[in-house]
């Protein structure tokens, strides 16, 4: 066996592990519902994403005095776990958690509404999605016309490998048989 | 002993598959060049081809009210403005253009016409609230040319948020069944007027 057979057969036997971990990793990316996604709620999560509304300086009127108390410890998990998954659509880079911008202002206040309202994650999602559109959301629905972002990559590495171990298994061509002059001419070398 | 048999490695024909992989670039590429002449700021809206969110606004002045149902039965154009918005100020005039096409109904939509600074603390729909955009919405027509048949005041932004708003002045074009058919985020110019507003507005017609 070749060298580079070798060397290709090692370097499918470390990324088949690889691929897998990381194939797993995406799966549950994608899926919403898995408690990995709650990791946004940690502390190491908070620092980046920022104060909570609650620490904003009250200069903001609002209609609805509930919204200026404090939030329960309830609705600020639920708070944190929502903020950092959308984005503030003026400061695009932004998410809508740490954005000064005052349309994240105001949808702060709006989503913290709709929290102690009782409504579901999923509903807060729709709720900006239709008047926003999917570019509100970080993580993009996982839905027919983002099939190739989510799974492109895995489909594409799974096609390397396919290719690189076929690549590997194929017996090399039996070698053509010398000419007689040709045989001439090693026996020369061969023999002096 | 028989001379050892030497062999030469055959030479090899590349496999076709071996291109896969470049196709597979030239994709990417091609869905790279068409991605990056695209502006990332201009978000599609997704009101397009939906009813218009209901609401219902006080117009400015205390004449009354307007509400979403109002635009059935006429061809609308709505802008969400205001008198601190530098670009409302540049695209004024070709909404002054704009209201002359007959059959084209103007409703602006003046948007947290006093913003959080200004406000500090006091709630947008109080009495001096209005009063004080009432003044400077209808001031600011009076000086840049009254566009609008009608002049909405959506103090606390609800209504923009219904909308999608993210950025000041936008445009909407609103059909005879209240259906949005055209969003323009950012202020109207001659180009987008000629290109994209005026064959909807014929079209539609």
Known sequence: MTDFHMALRALVRAWLPIGMAVMATGVGAASPGLPVNAIQASPLAQSVTGPAPAAVPAVQAVANVQSEAPMTSAVKARWDHIAAELRCLVCQNESLASSNAELAVDLRREVRGLIEQGQSDADIRTFLVRRYGDFVLYKPEVKPVTWLLWFGPFVLLLGALAVALRLMRRSPAAPEPLTDSERERARQLLES | ?205
């Open chain 2, 1 to 205: 002993m028989s001379a050892p048999t030497l062999v030469k490695p055959a030479g090899q024909r590349m496999p076709r598959w071996v291109f896969v992989p470049l196709a597979l670039f030239l994709g990417m590429v091609a869905f790279l060049a068409v991605g990056l002449q695209r502006n990332p700021q201009e978000i599609p809206s997704p009101l397009i081809g939906r009813p218009a969110p209901a609401f219902e606004l006080p117009m400015v002045g205390g004449a009354g009210v307007f509400s979403a149902e109002q635009f059935k039965g006429q061809l609308t154009l709505v802008n969400l403005w205001a008198t601190w918005c530098a670009g409302c100020k540049e695209e004024h005039p070709i909404l002054m253009a704009l209201s002359r096409q007959p059959g084209l109904n103007m409703v602006g939509i003046n948007y947290k016409e006093l913003q959080a600074s200004e406000l500090a603390g006091q709630d947008p729909q109080s009495a001096e609230a209005v009063q004080k955009a009432t003044a400077r919405s209808q001031a600011w027509l009076q000086k840049q040319g009254q566009a609008f048949g009608v002049n909405l005041l959506d103090m606390d932004g609800r209504v923009g948020m219904d909308f999608g708003v993210y950025g000041l002045p936008e445009t909407y074009l609103v059909d005879r069944e209240g259906v949005v058919r055209f969003k323009h985020a950012g202020a109207l110019t001659p180009d987008v007027v000629q290109q994209k507003l005026l064959p909807l507005l014929r079209g539609v017609d």
